[in-house]
């Protein structure tokens, strides 16, 4: 298995936020993990990506215990981010942005400069403009070519459609069959049903810090959803 985690909890101080949260992803497949605002999905990506640090044996990357590893350990490893808000280098160029996910992890694969332009190409036009110049739509662009330039094994994507308008949001996701026909499995946290359901092979469902529903994303019937995301009626 590609990355594992096996009974993960997280805590914020005394507040508990996850409470032993198992899912597992393998080599090159989209997992979809929805859920409404606060069921726990940023923090589950945190502690993947040792921004939260948990205890041996909980997230496990090929077989091999990663959570107590800084996050740029685990970004070496081949694990990248695409983080909620997206986080950009504001004063740097787009090039700029794109050559940080470069330096962060030398690996072999399929994405340099000229991929990223070729998947984004407003992105090559846009080269030399600053982060803070460009729409919200570019910018997470910018954030996802800046994940894919460390050639990773696994990209997580947090709420990558968030408060972009419909025509951006479907030219992202548009991104994603080329992005997992470079070799890349995909974590997609969203909150958009429709749009999970349509790009991964399977979804995961969380509600107050544990995982409701497992299911492969073209069986899951709509009610099923409704309660793991909910809770029932
Ligand atoms: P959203 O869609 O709003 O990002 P989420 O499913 O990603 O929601 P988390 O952000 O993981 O949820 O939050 C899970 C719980 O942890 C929530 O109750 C939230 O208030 C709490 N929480 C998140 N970040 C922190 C923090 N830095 N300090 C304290 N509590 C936090």
Redesign the pocket.
């Known amino acids: 298995m590609l990355l594992e985690t096996r009974a993960l909890t997280a805590s914020?101080?005394q507040?508990r936020?996850l409470f032993g949260v198992d899912i597992a992803v393998d080599a090159g497949e989209c997992v979809a993990i929805i859920?409404?605002?606060?069921?726990?999905?940023?923090?589950?990506m945190?502690s993947i990506t040792g921004v939260l640090r948990n205890e041996p044996g909980m997230v496990l990357h090929r077989g091999e215990p990663i959570g107590a590893l800084p996050a740029a350990d685990v970004l070496k490893r081949g694990i990248a981010m695409v983080p909620?808000g997206r986080k950009l280098f504001p004063s740097l160029t787009v090039e700029e942005n794109l050559l940080i996910g470069a330096g962060a992890r030398k690996a072999a694969g399929p994405w340099n400069l000229d991929a990223i332009y070729d998947l984004f190409p407003i992105l090559r036009e846009r080269r030399r403009n600053p982060g803070t110049a460009l729409s919200g739509g570019q910018q997470q662009m910018v954030a996802i070519g800046r994940a894919l330039m460390s050639n990773p094994e696994l990209l997580l994507c947090?709420?990558i459609s968030l408060g972009l308008a419909p025509v951006v949001i479907r030219d992202i996701y548009a991104s994603l069959p080329r992005i997992r026909a470079g070799g890349a499995a995909v974590v997609l946290?969203e909150?958009d049903i429709g749009k999970a359901l349509a790009v991964a092979d399977r979804i995961y469902c969380?509600m107050e810090?544990r995982v409701t529903l497992t299911a492969p994303a073209g069986t899951v019937s709509r009610e099923a959803i409704h309660a793991a995301y909910f809770g029932a009626a």
């Open positions: 914020y101080g507040f936020a859920g409404a605002n606060g069921a726990g999905k940023s923090t589950l945190r909620e947090d709420e946290v909150q969380m810090g």
